[in-house]
């Protein structure tokens, strides 16, 4: 099986590393710039603990050279996902799964759901751009369940969580998300093929929309959110709206945001994603975890107060930083 990873970072290159060293398929990666440099140079890398494991990599920028795939993990920032569509057109066939690996809203999140409606959400797909090139069809759902970052271009390092999420945008269960269910467990990961995608993303959505911009506004790792209780009852109450939301979308949330931030608690005192982000001077990708929710809670008529004050303390943080593309004229 021909497996491309297109972007590959923290996610990309854990998922990688893992594939290319148990050497479970025809494996290849679409980079650029640095991590291309460094993949050539030095292969995959992950390091876990003391532990370094690495493997030859096939990497190139030149979607052409590497050719039709039978699967496409993409694991970009959503900011850069459209663009990143267009370039890697011939990677992908007629018959090319595409697993998206990334956080937050995908742009396909509100095909085929009457309450959000056909109109493609602005927030994570202007224009309808990355539904053009990556065809419903051919997509599977994603959700990954791992704290892993990237100190240095090519080189991962993963601190905990082992676990991938797929299944059927639409539902149910299919022979192809369980082919490549399969395909992932040889790389080591505990894989679970979803009847019901969509409440798995809306449920890692509810937990991480709050704490990952918050961290990046204060520079506070979780442990000191939580332990802020002014702060930690705007988030709660920001998660009360988006359980509300989800509740009318088909993504009912059974915890309360208190059960929530007691598990939250036991991870201690973690960066988020975000946070490593903005320190590390990165566009934050709080389109996909912030504006997407706002924007389907505006067309179902649902008042956002806490979800909107966060949208815009986090996007003013952004563009004063240079972090968050300026508002078009």
């Known amino acids: 099986m021909k497996v491309c990873i297109v972007g590959a970072g923290a996610i990309g290159g854990f998922i990688g590393t893992r594939l290319a060293a148990a050497q479970a398929c025809e494996l290849s990666a679409y980079a650029r710039g640095d991590t291309l440099a460094a993949l050539r140079q030095h292969g995959w890398r992950l390091q876990q603990g003391e532990v370094l494991t690495q493997a030859p990599a096939r990497a190139s920028d030149n979607a052409a050279e590497l050719g039709p ?7 970009v920032k959503g900011q850069a996902l459209a663009a990143v569509a267009r370039q890697i057109a011939p990677l992908i066939g007629p018959h090319t799964l595409i697993l998206p690996a990334m956080n937050g809203v995908p742009w396909w999140f509100g095909h085929g759901v009457p309450a959000i409606g056909n109109e493609p959400l602005a927030s994570v797909d202007p224009g309808g751009l990355i539904a053009a090139a990556l065809p419903w069809g051919q997509v599977l759902g994603c959700v990954v369940h791992a704290a892993t970052s990237a100190p240095s271009p090519g080189l991962v390092s993963h601190k905990m969580g082992n676990r991938l999420i797929i299944g059927e945008p639409a ?5 192809r998300a369980l082919q490549l269910g399969a395909l992932l467990r040889q790389g080591g990961f505990d894989v679970e093929v979803s009847a019901d995608i969509r409440h798995d993303i809306w449920y890692k959505l509810w937990g991480n929309m709050t704490l990952n911009p918050v961290s990046a506004i204060t520079g506070a790792t979780a ?13 709660r109450a920001a998660m009360r709206e988006a359980a509300v939301i989800g509740e009318r979308i088909g993504c009912h949330i059974a915890e309360t945001p208190e059960q929530r931030h007691l ?3 036991k991870l201690g005192a973690f960066k988020s994603s975000m946070l490593q982000d903005a320190e590390a001077g990165r566009t934050l990708e709080l389109d996909a975890l912030v504006a997407s929710v706002r924007e389907i809670g ?9 979800i909107d004050a966060l949208l815009g303390l986090t996007r003013l943080f952004g563009r004063v930083h240079g972090l968050y593309p300026e508002a078009q004229q």
């Open 263 to 265: 598990v939250t608690r």
């Open 171 to 175: 539902g149910g269960e299919s022979e």
């Open 223 to 235: 442990d000191r959110i939580l332990d802020d209780q002014l702060v930690a009852e705007f988030c």
């Open 69 to 75: 795939q039978d699967v496409v993990i993409i694991a």
């Open 298 to 306: 505006h067309r179902l008529q649902l008042a956002t107060p806490h």
